[in-house]
């Protein structure tokens, strides 16, 4: 009975761990939209080189997050 509880959580965790990743995803698209936008405007200014700088930051948060996710995925879930 208790083992269920522990799977749960687990599950209750890695469906967090996605949705983070996810959210990262969605983050960085907005931020490189709006970069490649000033860039069409203004070509390469300051805020778009920070607005670059952000998204890479994302993409290695999400990145770390996709490792972690596979990781947990192959440790908990898939091997019994």
Do not use: C, H, W
């Amino acid at each position: 009975m208790f083992e269920n509880f522990s799977l749960f959580k687990r599950t209750s965790e890695l469906e967090s761990k996605i949705d983070q990743f996810f959210d990262k995803l969605a983050e960085a698209s907005v931020i490189y939209r709006l970069a490649v936008r000033g860039y069409m405007r203004e070509g390469v200014s300051e805020e778009f080189k920070e607005r670059l700088d952000t998204v890479g930051e994302l993409e290695t948060q999400a990145d770390s997050l996709r490792r972690d996710i596979e990781q947990k995925l192959y440790k908990n879930i898939l091997t019994p």
